[in-house]
């Protein structure tokens, strides 16, 4: 027995130093492919990596890292060998000179819960096919029509809070599922729509969860529950448009009806992990980015003063109160609020990178990316550099008076797998802004400080405030309070 405790002994500690060896000998093999290096840094713990450090320090993570490193190194985040990019520069080369060699993922825990099929996460040619099909809905040309029907929800909602307290963020997030299912799911029976908006929200909340998958948990209901739920409630939709036969022009629609060269439709699994996944990135971001907007004009009043006197000029020039915005009421006479909106996105950094993988091994400036790692493009790093903004936590909108250097800004993304809903997610934040400042006044509740991830940037709490109407103004003075 003793002999045999050494042999298990013996075996279980070359197993241990093997695991503990094998990265080390992975990392020399790869520093000389090719006689290039991986570029500097550290992958910190073992079987951790940096994960929880760039939990934790966040912005520091990257600034911190940038200084010792450079603005291209290595670490290990997520379960994966990665590289962190700071740089414009890079970030061109990785989004848009070579987007073939870097394929588009989503963190583990977001493929896990709304799909792995994703169009933006297959290759290079199954992508850009079917973009091209899907971005019909969300053309500016398509969305002029739709300008009504987003008013329509926006002023719903805004009626509901007069003299209410509200959470903005979990609000915002009602609007922005509401609009996106409109340009997703499209037309739908009412139960399977109501039902199907419901599960979203459960399945969205998994994503924000700690991923551990024991029953009692918002990951493991997610995963379980709400998925499978959605899952059915898709498959109920596609049968009742199978028995309409007639054309829809919603995305839903067009993957249904995408067939490849060889004549062959998306699998079920496919338009599901489409839609949920198109859901989920028209739900958080757009109702992260509305929260911030309306905050950072809680704390700059002149600001708020300024849009608001934008707002009442467009208002001024219609026949009625109730007449509703046009497309050009939109894009021409609200440059001031497109700033607000442009300056939130990059202060705010609420999406703080892109994530990609590496396909096959690519050489930059005499390091190796390679095949299998991941790349974080740190959009938020660049963002907030002084290099390329100044006073960068400072909100000034009147920095987009003029136009930032090229890769300085990409709140969207950029290249190839630039945001598909970009147009219409600023569509819904300028209507939002529109009607909200022009009708309401609110006061923000408790300590408004700080800022959390889940898993997006957003403020702490969610930032709660009590909203009352504002006094009406002549349409023909402009005069009131």
């Known amino acids: 027995m003793e002999k045999e405790g050494q042999v298990v002994w013996v075996v279980v500690s070359l197993v241990v130093a093997t695991a503990l060896m094998l990265p080390l000998l992975h990392r020399l093999r790869l520093s000389s492919r090719r006689g290039l290096r991986l570029p500097p840094g550290s992958m910190g713990l073992f079987f951790f990596g940096e994960s929880l450090s760039l939990k934790c320090q966040r912005m520091n993570f990257y600034t911190s890292r940038e200084k010792r490193y450079g603005k291209v190194f290595k670490t290990h985040l997520f379960g994966h060998p990665s590289i962190v990019i700071t740089s414009p520069d890079a970030a061109q080369f990785v989004l848009l000179e070579q987007p073939a060699r870097f394929k588009q993922r989503g963190l583990p825990i977001i493929e896990k819960l709304v799909g792995d099929l994703f169009f933006g996460y297959q290759t290079q040619r199954k992508h850009a096919r079917l973009r091209k099909f899907m971005h019909g809905p969300l053309l500016p040309e398509t969305l002029e029509n739709s300008i009504s029907d987003i008013e329509a929800l926006a002023t719903s909602m805004l009626h509901s809070w007069e003299l209410k307290t509200i959470n903005i963020l979990e609000e915002a997030k009602h609007y922005a599922l509401k609009v996106a299912m409109e340009y997703v799911v499209g037309a739908a029976p009412h139960y399977e729509?109501?039902?199907?908006?419901?599960?979203?929200?459960?399945?969205?909340?998994?994503?924000s969860s700690i991923p551990v998958n024991i029953p009692g948990t918002h990951y493991h209901k997610a995963l379980k529950d709400s998925k499978k739920k959605a899952c059915a409630l898709l498959e109920n939709i596609v049968s009742w448009r199978q028995l309409e036969k007639r054309p829809h022009g919603d995305i839903l629609g067009i993957l249904m009806d995408t067939q490849d060269e060889d004549g062959c439709k998306l699998t079920p699994n496919e338009i599901h992990d489409?839609?949920?996944?198109?859901?989920?990135?028209?739900?958080?971001?757009?109702?992260?980015?509305?929260?911030?907007?309306?905050?950072?004009?809680?704390?700059?009043?002149?600001?708020?003063?300024?849009?608001?006197?934008?707002?009442?000029?467009?208002?001024?020039?219609?026949?009625?109160?109730?007449?509703?915005?046009?497309?050009?009421d939109i894009k021409d006479q609200m440059p001031l609020s497109i700033r607000v909106i442009k300056e939130t996105l990059r202060i705010a950094n609420i999406v703080e990178f892109c994530y990609r993988e590496v396909v096959e091994d690519v050489e930059y400036k005499g390091y190796l990316f390679p095949k299998g790692w991941r790349i974080l493009v740190a959009h938020s790093a660049v963002h907030s550099n002084s290099e390329y903004y100044t006073n960068?936590?400072?909100?000034?909108?009147?920095?987009?008076?003029?136009?930032?250097?090229?890769y300085t800004y990409t709140p969207f993304g950029n290249g190839a797998h630039v945001c598909l809903g970009r147009e219409l997610a600023n569509l819904e934040l300028l209507i939002f802004l529109h009607h909200f400042t022009l009708n309401y006044r609110w006061e923000s509740i408790g300590d408004t400080d700080g800022s959390e991830y889940a898993p997006i940037h957003v403020p702490?709490?969610?930032f709660p405030i009590a909203v009352r109407r504002r006094k009406s103004r002549s349409m023909t003075d402009g005069k009131g309070s």
């Open 193 to 207: 729509k109501e039902e199907l908006t419901k599960a979203c929200e459960h399945l969205i909340r998994g994503v």
């Open 274 to 328: 489409n839609v949920l996944t198109l859901l989920y990135l028209g739900h958080d971001t757009a109702a992260a980015a509305l929260t911030w907007a309306v905050k950072y004009l809680t704390d700059n009043p002149k600001l708020l003063e300024d849009v608001t006197a934008e707002h009442e000029t467009i208002r001024q020039k219609k026949t009625s109160q109730d007449e509703t915005l046009m497309w050009s």
């Open 392 to 406: 960068p936590g400072e909100f000034n909108s009147s920095r987009f008076k003029i136009a930032p250097k090229p």
């Open 460 to 462: 702490k709490g969610g």
